[in-house]
C-alpha cells in the first residue's frame, strides 16, 4: 500500500507565501510521492479544455509560468540554500505546457503518453538534461525540465507527421 504525506513547503518563512505556493503549483509538489507527476497530470482536463482556445493560449501560458518558475525557484533556491528543492514542481508544470503546444498537431490524445515520458526522462535525467541542471539558480531548475518536454514534444510531432503522411 502506498503511504502518502505531505511535506512542509520550501523557504516556508523566507519567501512570501505565494512564491512557494507557486513553487509546489499551489501543494501539489508538497504530497509525497507524488508532487511533479500530480502537477503534470492535475493538467491535463484543462488543456483538453483548451483545444476550443486560439492555438498560442496553451505555449504563451507555459512561457509565462516558465519565466515565474525562474523567479519564485531562485528565491527559494536563495533563502533555503537547497539546489532544485524537489518539492518544486512549477519547472515541470511549465515544460509540459510548452511541450503539449507542440504536440496539439499530433492530437490531444497523445497528452497522457507525452505526459509519461516526459515525466520519466525528467526523472532520470539523460544526457543533456543532467548538463543543463548545472546552470545557476531557477534558470538550470527552470531549464532541465524544458529539455525533455521539447525532445519530447518533437518526437510526437514527428512521429505524428509520418504517420498522417503513411495513412493517405
Known sequence: MIEFHILEPPGIGLVPTWQWLMATWFGMGLVVPLRAGLAVFALL???????????LVVPVSGVVIFALGVH??????????????RRIVIDE??????????????GWR?????AALFLFLDRVKPWPVAYVEQIPSGWGVMLDDLVPAVAVGLLFAVAQHFWNRQSR
Request: glycine share 4%.
Open 110 to 114: 497523445m497528452l497522457v503518453p507525452f
Open 93 to 106: 508544470v511549465a515544460a509540459f505546457l510548452i511541450g503539449a503546444s507542440m504536440i496539439r498537431q499530433a
Open 72 to 85: 519564485v525557484s531562485s528565491a527559494i533556491e536563495l533563502a533555503t540554500g537547497v539546489k532544485d528543492d
Open 45 to 55: 482536463p484543462l488543456l483538453v479544455l483548451a483545444i476550443k482556445l486560439p492555438r
